[in-house]
């Protein structure tokens, strides 16, 4: 009845307790192996996440820093993919195995209890069948002991007739009782053997197959958990394939040539290159200077390298300071920003009017007489900004128009050379940064190591002052009270109102 000779022999219980324990203990390995898995996935995701804010937005105009950025964005993506797989292990594999092994555990427990208790009540059986065989055997020898007496007794001459039939009597009682302790003995033991038929060609084997049953479907599920482990991975690679190429994508789509077009076009100055310094012949003895450019020593020219650093001028309101060229794009850009925040006010006006006609023909929904504040103050900004824009377009028109001026100039000049002031160049700033005012104060919640191009450091509690709020990349720019300026993770710090 059974279908494996192991599980036939009774002799083998030991060993089949010791298999069955030892499986179980191989899934708990596996699930204990799998979670330290998702442990190292998890870390190594978290590990990676840190590499995202490496690189500040505040170049990525340049194609290799944007390519950068770029491939910051896709290892971020992997990150989560390697967070994915930690997820799907230890639900598809750690929960479902642990609640699998805990079943195992409950149901490998029954059935030994059940071949336990089987074979204590077979071994009872066994212990009530030997007493009765004992009892049979010592009435047996006192009934052939009472018997050879009263023979003794009949064949004594010296005996009474009442000794001899109180002699038989007494060996005749002995013989019954021992008669039926042999039929006790006899119907006790077809009664075992019946129930060690039964124990050893049914209850056993089937409890056996039950325990047999059971491993087997533990080693199917481990090795379908096995499975699990690969697949889970193989589910992710396309995507991880993607993040890779991704990748590789960043670093083909650069083109130098155009960042050094790119840089060229920003900090273009617009200024004329100046002119030859005239000869002076000192051998004719000393002449009135023919030229401004004659008066001033050679040595002035060590000044005209326009990428020296130089302390910041104050920043004039027209963009006056700036070169021209750069002084055009900040107030093209200026007008840029204000016309945006004029049609955002009359958007906003617009709508106030129609929710002020919807108050005044159904009364119900309010009163018309409390929007009066927030139209006046919004009228009162269009107004502004209105003025703003007109002043700027001005300053603008008026730079256009002298760059055209001076051109003019330069192409009429007869004859002397016109020069430009030497000085000029020492206006120059590589980064043309005009002196901004703050937009809010900050303090910052966690401490920051700015090891990063444009990034600054910053310690836990500190005040900053924001210089550039968070465009929806993560980033701010702030303005700390040494005067240090940089990006910052926008989440690292909290807004003081």
Known sequence: MCRSVLFLSQDQ????????????????RYIKFVKERTEIEQSYAKQLRCFVPFCPLSCCRFSNHASFQDILNELNDYAGQRELIAENMMTGICVELTKFLQDLKQERKTHLSDAKKAQQNLESSFKHLESTKKRFAKEWAEAEKATQQAEKTESDLNATKLDVEKAKQHAHARTHTAEECRNDYAALLQKYNKEQNFHYYTEIPQIFNKLQDMDERRIRRLAEGYCQFSDIEKNVLPIISKCLEGISAAGGKINEKQDSLLLIEQHKSGFERPGDVEFEDYTQGIKPATSESSLN???????????????????????????????????????????????KAQDQSEALEKMKGVYEQNPQMGDPSSLEPQI???????????????????????????????????????????????????????????????????????????????????????????????????????????????????????LVS
């Open 376 to 494: 006046t103050e919004t009228t009162q900004n269009i107004g502004r900004l209105r003025g703003e824009l007109a002043k700027y377009e001005t300053w603008l028109s008026e730079a256009v128009g002298g760059e055209e001026t001076a051109n003019t100039i330069n192409n009429n000049t007869q004859g002397g050379t016109v020069e430009q002031p030497l000085n000029i160049y020492t206006e120059f700033d590589d980064e043309f940064d005009d002196i901004e005012n703050p937009i809010g104060q900050c303090t910052a919640l966690y401490t920051f190591e700015g090891n990063s191009e444009g990034t600054i450091s910053i310690t836990e509690g500190e005040q900053l002052s924001v210089m550039e709020e968070d465009k929806g990349d993560g980033w701010m720019r702030v303005l700390k009270a040494s005067g240090e300026e940089g990006y910052i993770p926008s989440s690292y710090v909290k």
């Open 13 to 28: 219980n030991d060993v089949i307790d010791k298999h069955t324990q030892s499986g179980l203990d191989l899934v708990e």
């Open 297 to 343: 020593p050679p040595k002035v020219r060590t000044k005209l390298w326009p990428f020296g650093k130089r302390h910041k001028p104050h920043a004039a309101e027209d963009f006056s300071h700036l070169p021209p060229e750069q002084r055009k794009k900040r107030l093209q850009a200026k007008i840029d920003d204000i016309t945006k925040e004029l049609q």
